[in-house]
Structures are given as structure tokens and as C-alpha cells.
């Protein structure tokens, strides 16, 4: 089954605590990517990759790290969560950008205390 | 990136159509227009996305304007699993991101 496969589901961290969120996709997708979704705020990007060994900031990265080392995974590093990094989490991918639909994970829940 | 306006919510009986409307008045030839869903604690669901012409699959129908300033996602039977958040985006060929707006919360009634 083609999908986007996201650990944990759910996770509760201590401040400071490094901690590396997953993210895979079985669907050779070039382009992957990072959301986080708040209350009243939307989905808004984090990170962005366009190819293995090619990631950009979207339009909240700060205090987040990303990696693309190979063309399915894409790892979210949180070198030192903070508490205002609780939310709930989304990686997606897509073939090509505007010309493909995008597949979603099923989400990372992660409280940050 | 061009911006999209979308009705907070619209409620719909279940077996009935639901037309979903959707304006982006600035949209530049090479946007292309996507459509997502998100149900309660689940990730964005692709729905179905569109260039000029009018476009089906098996989840919904996508009608696009002429002038292609705005569009309309059609669900041709609401189910109650069709209640969710719509989301109309518009998104270039060579674009980096899923822009999220508010989106339309679809609400079906048995």
C-alpha cells in the first residue's frame, strides 16, 4: 500500500530533550515535506526537500533540523524542544509538486512539557 | 502564492450533492488547483486537483471556470464520512509548498 509513515503517533518530551521524529514514504517521491498544525493557526510548513541531499526552510523553521540522506526518509530534528513546539505534526510527499497530488502521514502528536 | 476564498461551512443532507465553491481570482497560468479534505485527528487527504479542464475521479468532481478564477469540488453523493474540512489550494508547477487557508467545514446530516 502506498502511504506516508510517520513515529511515533504520539509523544510526550521533557524541555531540551533531543528527540527525532520519523517520516517514510514507499512511493519514490522526489518532493517531502513538514507541517505542524495549531489551533487557529493552520497547517504551515516547516521544512521542505525537493530531492535527496536538497532541503529549504518553509515558513517556521526555527528550532527545527531536517535531513534527507536517502530519496524515502525524512527525519524532523528537535535538537532542544521547547514547550511552543507542541502541535500536532504532518510529513507529506508528492511525485511532482503542482502536477501530483500530495500523500499525508497520519500524523506525530508530540507535547513538549 | 495566489490566495484562495472559501466559505467557512456548509452543511449538506447525506445522499444529496454538495457543491463546494472556491474563488482565487489572482491564480496565474501555471497554478494549478488542489483539492484536500481533513477529517477530525487524520492527516490531509488529496482530493482531487485540476489545470483547465474539468476533471473526475472516483472520490469527487472538480468543475474550473472558464477564466479560471474560480472552481467548485463536486461530492455527487455525501456520505456522513465526507464530513471534514475542504481545502482549496492553489499550487504552481515548480511551487515548494501546500498553502492552507481556512478551508470549508462540510458538515452532513443522516
Known amino acids: 500500500e502506498a502511504q506516508v509513515t510517520q513515529n511515533p503517533r504520539y509523544l510526550i518530551t521533557v524541555t531540551g530533550k533531543k528527540l527525532t521524529v520519523t517520516c517514510s514514504q514507499n512511493m519514490n517521491h522526489e518532493y517531502m515535506s513538514w507541517y505542524r498544525q495549531d489551533p487557529g493557526l493552520g497547517l504551515r510548513q516547516i521544512y521542505y526537500?525537493?530531492?535527496?541531499?536538497?532541503?529549504d526552510k518553509g515558513d517556521v523553521p526555527e528550532g527545527y533540523k531536517v535531513s534527507r540522506k536517502e530519496k524515502r526518509n525524512f527525519p524532523l530534528i528537535l535538537e532542544s524542544p521547547s514547550p511552543n513546539q507542541t502541535s500536532l505534526y504532518f510529513c507529506?510527499?508528492?511525485?511532482?509538486?503542482?502536477?501530483?497530488?500530495?500523500?499525508f502521514g497520519s500524523g506525530t502528536r508530540l507535547t513538549v512539557v | 502564492d495566489a490566495k484562495t476564498t472559501q466559505p467557512n461551512s456548509m452543511e449538506s443532507n447525506e445522499e444529496e450533492p454538495v457543491h463546494l465553491p472556491c474563488n482565487h481570482s489572482t491564480i496565474s497560468g501555471t497554478d494549478y488547483i488542489h483539492w484536500y479534505r481533513q477529517l477530525p485527528s487524520q492527516g490531509p487527504e488529496y482530493v482531487i486537483h485540476g489545470l483547465t479542464s474539468n476533471v473526475n475521479n472516483r472520490m469527487a468532481s472538480l468543475a474550473i471556470a472558464e477564466d479560471r478564477k474560480s472552481s467548485t469540488l463536486i461530492l455527487h453523493r455525501a456520505t456522513l464520512r465526507d464530513a471534514a474540512v475542504y481545502y482549496c489550494?492553489?499550487?504552481?508547477?515548480?511551487?515548494?509548498?501546500?498553502?492552507f487557508g481556512e478551508g470549508t467545514q462540510l458538515t452532513v446530516n443522516p
Open positions: 526537500s525537493m530531492n535527496v541531499e536538497v532541503t
Open positions: 507529506a510527499s508528492s511525485f511532482n509538486r503542482g502536477t501530483h497530488g500530495y500523500t
Open positions: 489550494i492553489l499550487l504552481e508547477t515548480s511551487g515548494s509548498r501546500l498553502t
